[in-house]
Structure formats: C-alpha cells, structure tokens
C-alpha cells in the first residue's frame, strides 16, 4: 500500500527547520491565524516576484519575514519603496510596532520545486500545453544539476471532459531516504475550464552537512 506523506513534513527536524519559528501557550490559535494571513498577503501582493518560500520568526512583539525570491529586485521595488509600503501595511494589520522583512534571492529557480511549479501552473494558464511545459521545467532542472525530478499534473488537462493525471519522471526520486535532499512544490493554475493542480518532486542528491 502506497502512503503518501509530504517531503517536507517528512524531513523537518531532519535537515529541515520549520518555515514557522515562534512559541505559544494561549495563543497558539491567533498566531497561527498571523502567520496564514502574512503568508497570504505577500503571496498575493508579489506574485510576479517568484516567491519560493517565506520564513516566519517572532519574538515578543517583534516579528521578522524572510522572503526567498528568484527575483529580488522586484520585492525590494525603487529605492526599497515597495518593501517599505508592505512593512508598513502588515504591521498596521497586524497590530505590531516591530515587523522586519528581509529577502533572500534563489540562485537557481530551475532547481525550487515552488517555483517549477508555479511557472507551469503559470504557462497552463496561458493555454501552453502541459506536455510541453512538463519537458521543458525537467529538462532544464537536470540541466541544472538535479538527480531527479517527477512532475503531476491533474484536473481537466487541455479542457477535456474527464479530468486526469499526467506525470513525467526522470532519474533518481528516493522519497524515502531520509538524507537525500528533496524539493516538493505544489501550485494551481486556474483555466477557464477549471483548476489544474501542479506537484514538483526534485532531489538534489544527499544533503551535505555543513557543520
């Protein structure tokens, strides 16, 4: 029987640290609440800024964002004004006088698997073909260096009347080895003919320790 668990979940406390670090006694429920509604904020306020991953730290009163993005500049805006104005506004919405955001750029976007996956779920939505747009985000990850890479997508590919799956995989995928370093990503694009959902897979081979 195949059970399905998510890699990164899978791997936290492994190599990976949680993308959410505060504590909480009584008021667990609202920072969860904090921490959706920032996420929520800045995926929708810099979605052309190809946004990996967002990092969530909080201390006492202060709160610090660290933003991963294949496109720096786009976050950071003219003379850091667009960083500024989102400051601005998530501490008013937020209620707090202390909130930090620093951005981290990614080297190699081809080898994200958030960011694969929502460059396809971009291109699905722009009518390319998902055959095409799946060879083109593997190929150019392994180019890229990846042992493997496996991409699914699925829902009513090209507007056909059933929905189904479709996936492409090439080389090396050990889901469960523990110390091989996997990416996973999941994006949706919305077509006029419903919601395609878009899963990335990519392992960079055995993480390496630095300490």
């Known amino acids: 029987m195949g059970q399905k668990v998510n890699p990164i979940g899978f791997r936290v406390g492994v190599y990976r640290n ?28 810099l979605e052309n800024a190809e946004l990996a991953k967002i ?3 909080k201390a006492g009163d202060s709160v610090r964002i660290i933003v991963f993005t294949a496109r720096p500049g786009v976050v ?30 990614v080297k190699r976007p081809e080898l994200d698997a958030q960011i694969v996956a929502k460059n396809i779920a971009l291109q699905l939505e722009k009518r390319v073909s998902y055959k095409k747009a799946m060879k083109r985000a593997a190929a150019s990850a392994m180019r890229m260096g990846a042992k493997g890479i496996k991409i699914r997508c699925a829902g009513r590919l090209q507007g056909a009347e059933i929905a189904r799956k479709e996936a492409i995989r090439i080389g090396a995928l050990p889901l469960h080895t523990l110390r091989s370093d ?10 006029t003919y419903g919601v395609i959902g878009v899963k990335v897979w990519i392992c960079k081979g055995e993480f390496q320790r630095t300490t």
């Open 55 to 57: 990092e969530i730290e």
């Open 182 to 191: 996997i990416d996973y990503g999941f994006a949706q694009a919305y077509t």
């Open 76 to 105: 950071i805006g003219k003379k850091g004004q667009e960083i500024e104005a989102i400051k601005k506004k998530l501490a008013k919405s937020l209620n707090k006088q202390n909130v930090e955001i620093s951005v981290q750029e």
């Open 18 to 45: 949680w993308d959410s670090r505060w504590f909480a006694r009584d008021s667990y429920g609202q920072q969860l609440m904090e921490d959706l509604e920032i996420r929520k904020y800045l995926e929708s306020c």
